[in-house]
């Protein structure tokens, strides 16, 4: 099975390019089969790792960014594969 895990952050104003440099360069301790990294406007970034594994696997995640770099609580989200169409 693939499971993704999306970790999601949104930079305080004008503070995404060091957000994006930050979650770049987090590493996990395993590696996942890929992992992608996107960035959007109100400087917000997300970060998808795709696994293979049961969708309850204990896998490593991205950590939350200190709290004077980001606006709110990241947001986290697990989905499994629902085959491709």
Do not use: K
Not at 16 to 27: H, I, K, N, V, Y
Not at 52 to 61: G, K, N
């Amino acid at each position: 099975m693939t499971v993704a895990l999306m970790w999601e952050a949104r930079a305080v104003a004008g503070r995404g390019e060091e957000l994006l440099s930050w979650a770049r360069a987090q590493t996990l301790s395993r590696r996942p089969l890929r992992r992608e990294t996107f960035r959007a406007p109100e400087d917000r970034v997300l970060v998808i790792t795709w696994w293979d594994a049961p969708y309850d696997a204990d896998l490593p995640e991205l950590p939350d960014p200190d709290p004077d770099l980001v606006t709110r609580a990241v947001h986290r989200w697990r989905f499994e594969s629902a085959g491709e169409d």
